[in-house]
């Protein structure tokens, strides 16, 4: 009995030094619309060495981690207006990305070039709702990537826009693209039920909410889903905040599913924290801030081949050409003002014709802020990074108050102060005046815009109907920064008021 009881204590004791098992985690870690935001924005935030200092602490940190971008990696500064994505797709194996997406503006300047640069990224690139095989990315792509992690396997794939009517014919000519409600949870459910993945995750370019209301969203996936367990989404530059009740979506059967997005530029890092054996998911988010300075000083050699970059955008950013009255954020009333009305200035001039009765433009088309007091160079290339023309079009009545209707339908968008409407609750138009009085549909107006519109961007699909009376040759930013400077050489201040001429009522 003495000897049972002994044996039984023994084992006892084994059993209190075995250390309990510690279930698997796989840290993932995303960014998106980073928009070629190599150092740190004008407000002191983001940069990507201090991104890679993040990356490399979580790697550091955690078991298995894995890194994700979510599209639009380029776009928006003057390292890629001056360097065509040199820049960014270089860094993205030096920042150890193990999955991307493509973003829309990946395609700005076309797909013989982003083939070219894709060729040499070792990162799995997923799209599974885009048809590459008639294009020069055919063979580049999986529609989705598979990361195993002991016995439990994570099944990432990929969801993108619809380019009709968002990304230039031209740059995405026979690109098949495939309904995302349509093969979202049917690729989910294809890796669970066949590739017998445990967890199924969205990687998405279609955004948190809907620029184009006739467009779906991430919200509106998750609500149909029924296999999707997470979203890392991208494309409305949302700051989806841990906790603030945004970061989770019911989906078809009721289960809450976490959802994430960073906004835009790369000033915020975005950690989730998958529990392989509960799935229970932890949303953090990172500030890419000064506090990651220290660490990435250490990144000497990254620092010295960008410097090659820094000289030429430090050349023109700091080249002063202008003032300006007041700081006017890029997505402020202000900023779409001034841009209107500038354009109408510009092209009575440019085309000659005298006669235009407004101007229409895309506040997505300002990418930067104006700041108060000197104005560089620099700052208005950035501001107007694309590759378009201003173009004048003489638009039946009927279309004028469609593309209207259109505007209203996504919040307004920039126009002249010639031109005055109000939409109601549910987005649609309520009046519409030019110069005070009511468009009349069988009238002909003269309208001002950019070629993007013209062509149906921003899914001004009226527009296209329009008989053109003048088509520019150069940049429309080239313009605008010419007229900057003869501001400057007037003595004039750039300025607007702060007015909402599209507006709900």
């Not at 794939?157 to 979202?184: K, T």
């Not at 300075?293 to 410097?307: F, G, R, V």
Request: proline share 3%.
């Amino acid at each position: 009995m003495a000897k049972s009881r002994n044996f039984m204590f023994l084992c006892l004791c084994a059993l209190m030094v075995i250390p309990a098992l510690r279930a698997e985690h796989l840290m993932i870690i995303a960014v998106n619309d980073t928009h070629s935001q190599i150092d740190p924005a004008s407000d002191g935030k983001g940069g990507v060495a201090r991104r890679r200092a993040i990356y490399d602490h979580m790697r550091a940190t955690n078991d298995i981690t894995v890194l994700i971008h979510a599209g639009d990696a380029v776009q928006g500064t003057l390292f890629f207006s001056l360097y065509r994505g040199e820049v960014e797709f270089a860094l993205m194996d030096t920042l150890g990305y193990d999955a991307i997406i493509l973003g829309n503006h990946e395609f700005d300047n076309g797909m013989e070039e982003l083939a070219a640069h894709y060729r040499d990224v070792d990162a799995v690139k997923m799209s599974a709702n885009y048809d590459f095989s008639a294009t020069p990315l055919d063979g580049l792509f999986h529609p989705y990537w598979i990361k195993a992690v002991g016995d439990k396997r994570v099944g990432f794939f990929g969801i993108n826009v619809n380019p009709s009517g968002l990304i230039a014919d031209m740059n995405c000519e026979n690109l098949g693209y495939h309904s995302a409600p349509d093969v979202a949870d049917a690729t989910a459910r294809y890796l669970k039920e066949v590739q017998h993945v445990n967890y199924a995750i969205m990687v998405s370019h279609i955004g948190y909410s809907s620029y184009e209301p006739s467009e779906p969203n991430d919200t509106l996936i998750i609500g149909h889903s029924h296999y999707i367990d997470m979203v890392i989404s991208s494309h409305s530059h949302t700051v989806i905040k841990p906790g603030g009740g945004w970061d989770r979506i019911a989906n078809a059967d009721g289960k809450m599913i976490p959802i994430g997005q960073n906004g835009k530029s790369g000033k915020l890092v975005s950690t989730y924290d998958l529990d392989l054996e509960t799935g229970d998911i932890v949303y953090h988010q990172i500030d890419v801030d000064d506090t990651w300075d220290e660490a990435a000083s250490h990144y000497t050699a990254m620092n010295a081949w960008l410097d090659q970059y820094r000289h030429g955008v430090d050349s023109i950013m700091n080249n002063p050409v202008g003032t300006s009255a007041r700081f006017m954020k890029n997505s402020s009333a202000a900023a779409q003002n001034w841009v209107s009305d500038a354009t109408m200035e510009i092209i009575k001039e440019l085309s000659g014709i005298q006669n235009i009765d407004c101007a229409i433009m895309n506040k997505g088309g300002i990418r930067t802020d104006m700041p108060k007091g000197v104005v560089t160079e620099g700052v208005i290339s950035s501001m107007f990074p694309f590759d378009n023309r201003f173009v004048v079009l003489e638009m039946p009545g009927t279309e004028l108050i469609e593309s209207i209707k259109l505007m209203c339908g996504r919040g307004g968008d920039a126009v002249s102060k010639e031109l005055r409407a109000t939409y109601n609750d549910k987005g649609e138009m309520t009046s519409a005046k030019l110069k005070g009085k009511k468009i009349d549909p069988k009238k002909t107006y003269i309208v001002a815009t950019i070629d993007y519109l013209a062509n149906g961007g921003d899914y001004m699909t009226p527009m296209t109907r329009c008989e053109r009376l003048f088509v520019d040759t150069q940049k429309y930013g080239n313009h605008i920064l010419t007229y900057v400077k003869s501001l400057q050489a007037q003595g004039k201040k750039i300025d607007a008021k702060d007015d909402v001429r599209i507006e709900k009522k």
